[in-house]
């Protein structure tokens, strides 16, 4: 694996990193990592001329979350209003 030194990084941004990657339960290194990742991922999909779905998009930005349950089709199934026990 490579390595990346990355100098004269402003305290605000250090900071605001290190927040990000406590919120998601993650080290600094972990975050800056699926950062970078998702970045260049983002870039590389923004350059072909039909981009990513929607599914595919959405899937990307929660990649690495442990949602990897398969969400049910709904197709000819019939949508019922929401009941709050009211």
Do not use: C, Y
Request: hydrophobic fraction near 40%; proline fraction near 3%; charged fraction near 25%.
């Amino acid at each position: 694996m490579a390595q990346l030194l990355v100098r004269n990084l402003d305290e605000a941004v250090k900071e605001a990193l290190r927040l990000r990657a406590r919120r998601h339960g993650r080290s600094m290194e972990e975050e800056a990592r699926l950062i970078l990742s998702q970045a260049t991922q983002d870039q590389d999909s923004a350059t072909t001329p039909a981009g990513l779905g929607l599914g595919s998009r959405m899937a990307a930005l929660f990649a690495g979350l442990g949602l990897d349950d398969a969400i049910p089709q709904w197709e000819g199934q019939e949508a019922e209003p929401a009941d709050f026990g009211g």
